[in-house]
């Protein structure tokens, strides 16, 4: 059975740091990209981070760069999302998506809530 299982949601305040982790099983993680997606109330959901099974294929999305860094351990079966210096604009549900394109499978967590507030 697949299961992708993000924590380390939470509230904290402008400037803060947290890191989400995603946990997988069921499936042959090293041979799947991982992202992280978020979504905003009443916004669509966008890709936040991404990278290929190996480090150096990293890209992020333009409002994050330099703050969030993905990175994974393929012995734990576990991608990282860590955020530093978040801003209010960074709440939403984060999302861990695994996919491989051939052949194709997709797979979603449940969604971690971050809210950045003061």
């Known amino acids: 059975q697949v299961q992708l299982v993000e924590s380390g949601g939470g509230l904290v305040q402008p400037g803060g740091s947290l890191r989400l982790s995603c946990a997988a099983s069921?499936?042959?993680?090293?041979?799947?990209?991982m992202r992280w997606f978020r979504q905003a109330p009443g916004m669509e959901r966008e890709l936040v981070a991404a990278m290929g099974d190996v480090p150096g294929t990293e890209i992020y999305a333009g409002s994050v760069k330099g703050r969030f860094t993905i990175f994974r351990d393929n012995a734990k079966y576990t991608v990282y999302l860590q955020m530093n210096t978040l801003r209010p604009e960074d709440t939403a549900v984060y999302y861990c998506?695994?996919?491989?394109?051939?052949?194709?499978?997709?797979?979603w967590g449940q969604g971690t809530q971050v809210t950045v507030s003061s």
């Open positions: 998506n695994a996919i491989r394109r051939t052949p194709f499978y997709e797979f």
């Open positions: 069921g499936f042959t993680f090293n041979s799947y990209a």
